[in-house]
């Protein structure tokens, strides 16, 4: 009796897929694409001692879409880009689920006495990609710094 139970259950389990295939496919269509958050959007390192390390900064990267977030790349690139290093990058090569994040460390370490600025530009296959984070610092003598 159990048995008969289940075969007319799994048919009518069957016919029912291959009758809405066209409405589960347009339901999965209708996923939203990745998006990502960043938190910050921006970095500022504040003064540093030329040619000292700062402490790392991190940016959250949290894909705020429906579908998976693939991060291609982290870079820096701008006018002063030697002046900012990713420490740690967390985020390329990787797969981001909905919901979830990942984290990139940035550290500064002027070169010169003078407001430093760069981007640091986060490719990946959401829509509006690449995304940008604005990283700026001021470079400072180290007479300028306070005894502690």
């Given at each position: 009796?159990?048995?008969?139970?289940?075969?007319?259950?799994?048919?009518?389990?069957?016919?029912?897929?291959?009758?809405?295939?066209?409405?589960?496919?347009?339901?999965?269509q209708?996923?939203?694409?990745?998006?990502?958050?960043?938190?910050?959007?921006?970095?500022?390192?504040?003064?540093?001692?030329?040619?000292k390390?700062?402490?790392?900064?991190?940016?959250?990267?949290?894909?705020?879409?429906?579908?998976?977030?693939?991060?291609?790349?982290?870079?820096?690139?701008?006018?002063?880009w030697?002046?900012?290093?990713?420490?740690?990058?967390?985020?390329?090569?990787?797969?981001?689920?909905?919901?979830?994040?990942?984290?990139?460390?940035?550290?500064?370490t002027?070169?010169?006495?003078?407001?430093?600025?760069?981007?640091?530009?986060?490719?990946?296959?959401?829509?509006?990609?690449?995304?940008?984070?604005?990283?700026?610092?001021?470079?400072?003598?180290s007479?300028?710094?306070?005894?502690?």
């Amino acid at each position: 009796m159990t048995q008969v139970a289940l075969v007319p259950a799994l048919i009518l389990l069957m016919v029912f897929i291959n009758g809405s295939r066209t409405r589960f496919l347009s339901a999965l269509q209708t996923q939203t694409p990745p998006g990502v958050q960043l938190n910050p959007a921006t970095l500022n390192f504040g003064k540093q001692v030329v040619r000292k390390r700062s402490m790392p900064k991190k940016i959250t990267i949290t894909n705020v879409g429906g579908t998976a977030l693939y991060v291609n790349s982290a870079a820096i690139a701008g006018d002063n880009w030697k002046d900012f290093s990713l420490l740690k990058d967390g985020c390329s090569g990787r797969q981001v689920l909905p919901g979830k994040s990942c984290v990139i460390a940035v550290i500064f370490t002027p070169t010169r006495i003078e407001d430093r600025n760069t981007t640091l530009v986060l490719t990946d296959n959401a829509p509006d990609s690449p995304q940008n984070v604005s990283l700026t610092g001021t470079g400072i003598n180290s007479i300028d710094v306070p005894p502690f």
